[in-house]
């Protein structure tokens, strides 16, 4: 494995460094998160592993994610990145101040949020919403098994088709396997990934169980990965991808808290004491007839990063405190709904049309299925945004669909839709529109 973590090494450096970010060095440890890095890939594959190898973190904390040893929810850990200045190569990389090969004081570069993202073949809809929020992914591959796995495909297909362009293949578990197996296996990653648009990501040999080679990964996220510029003067808009109440059972009237809404700033800034609206919102019926009402409330405390702050902007994942009543909120009632000003947030659509892009191939099976046209009145998973809804066609058109909702959704005009048919018993990725209407 010495000999792989040199060649790792080597291929890593010739990534052009991204211009130095101001932001990366003026936020202290204790401050907000500056990105969101996304942890995806098949089932079992390590990823929850090494996130607790970055932030000393477990993130399955359910009880079901416990005794079946599986993320279902999206899992969220802060960890802070440093860089010795003493120290050379990626030996001098991080996550305590104190350097692990000088014992010297290292310097903070920022802090990041990992978004932990199931990888089972039944919580598609869980990985989606992660990938919606964030500004980077680590795409986790098994060194003791063949690759590509079927949903490590159909992650990085979604990954392309959501639009995120900065992706770094973990090669995890080789302290599982010999060299030539290892080898074998990363060159069966290459032909994986050629001719899609991260045939030039890099690949990093880890063990996630052991910390080997986690300093590389972290040189590598900062040398590949620069924070984005954000807009700050625009309206806020956080999607939400968690809601919970953190109230204890018996706890009395007059100290229960409003409930919590997880999730990450797009755009904007939120600030203690702001009004906000959420949407969609809850369900009502009038005039025998359902309609969804947009929920009001008060913004009562702001956390990131493990700290109370006064002022929420983009970057890494965040929870605000609401005056919401807890029961509104708890159980991820609220999950794929969208918090922003009053009359400030996007359009609530009971219906779509968009304009649709099919695969050639259904992803995330292992068999060769063509992806046959959509037809009418057939049911699809629709997922934008932290949002999963099922529509119903209703018209088709060329190269269009017109639908209802099951759920309505949040969304601005534009924004792409993933699209997923039934196949067998469970949905499969077959492309993505663009909502028109």
């Not at 590598?220 to 990965?225: D, L, N, R, S, W």
């Amino acid at each position: 494995m010495a000999k792989k973590r040199a060649e790792s090494t080597k291929a890593v450096e010739k990534v052009e460094k991204p211009k130095a970010d101001v932001s990366q060095t003026e936020h202290s440890p204790s401050g907000q998160p500056q990105i969101n890095i996304g942890m995806f890939g098949h089932v079992d594959h390590g990823k929850t592993t090494l996130v607790r190898s970055l932030s000393g973190k477990w993130t399955d904390t359910h009880s079901e994610e416990i005794k079946r040893g599986i993320t279902i929810r999206l899992g969220y850990a802060d960890v802070d990145f440093y860089r010795c200045g003493s120290c050379k190569g990626y030996d001098a990389y991080g996550t305590t101040e104190g350097c692990k090969g000088c014992m010297g004081k290292a310097q903070f570069l920022r802090k990041v949020s990992l978004v932990d993202a199931p990888g089972h073949e039944s919580l598609m809809a869980t990985m989606l919403a992660g990938a919606t929020i964030i500004d980077c992914a680590l795409l986790l591959v098994s060194a003791a098994e063949e690759c590509p796995q079927p949903q490590t495909r159909e992650h990085l297909m979604a990954l392309q088709i959501l639009g995120v362009k900065k992706v770094i293949v973990v090669q995890n578990k080789i302290d599982l396997v010999n060299e030539e197996k290892a080898t074998k296996n990363y060159e069966q990653i290459k032909a994986f990934l050629k001719g899609s648009e991260f045939e030039n990501a890099p690949i990093i040999p880890v063990s996630g169980q052991h910390g080997v080679n986690v300093d590389i990964l972290i040189g590598t996220i900062e040398q590949v990965v620069s924070t984005p510029a954000r807009k700050l003067d625009a309206d806020p808009l956080m999607f939400v991808a968690r809601s919970f109440d953190i109230n204890k059972p018996g706890t009395k009237i007059g100290k229960l808290v409003g409930g919590v809404l997880g999730g990450s700033m797009t755009q904007g800034q939120l600030k203690v004491g702001d009004d906000i609206t959420i949407a969609p919102g809850y369900e009502v019926e009038e005039k025998n007839k359902k309609v969804w009402k947009p929920l009001q409330a008060k913004v009562e405390g702001l956390m990131t990063g493990g700290h109370k702050v006064d002022v929420l902007t983009p970057g890494g994942s965040a929870a605000v405190l609401t005056t919401l009543d807890p029961s509104v909120v708890k159980s991820d009632k609220l999950t794929g709904a969208v918090v922003g000003h009053p009359d400030k947030l996007p359009p609530v659509w009971y219906g779509l049309k968009l304009e649709t892009h099919l695969l050639e191939r259904v992803v995330g099976t292992k068999e060769d299925i063509v992806v046959e046209a959509l037809k009418p009145a057939e049911p699809l998973m629709l997922n934008v945004n932290c949002a999963a809804t099922v529509g119903i066609i209703t018209e088709l058109g060329r190269g269009t669909i017109s639908c209802t909702l099951k759920l309505p959704v949040c969304a601005t005009k534009g924004s792409r839709v993933t699209i997923s048919r039934r196949v067998g018993n469970r949905f499969r990725l077959i492309g993505y529109g663009i909502i028109k209407e």
